[in-house]
């Protein structure tokens, strides 16, 4: 009993402050070159966030263009 209520209060402990210092700690970890690449690269291999992404960067997408533009779109 005592071992779990232990166990218990060093997960907790550790979720609290990971929280706490979650972007020390996130920019701890990517001042890395490669793990900052490998985070990056796998981030972006979800469609959801990749699609984002284009669209903030780049604007609307290819499906929002009309299929014929006029000089009224230049």
Do not use: C, H, Q
Not at 3 to 24: A, E, H, K, N
């Amino acid at each position: 009993m005592s071992r779990m209520l232990t166990s218990i209060f060093m997960i907790g402990s550790l979720g609290y402050f990971g929280f706490r210092y979650r972007y020390r700690i996130i920019n701890l970890l990517l001042r890395s070159g490669w793990l900052r690449r490998v985070t990056v690269g796998s981030i972006m291999s979800f469609p959801g966030v990749k699609r984002k992404m284009m669209e903030s960067v780049f604007g609307r997408t290819a499906t929002d263009r009309p299929s014929i533009e006029g000089p009224s779109d230049w």
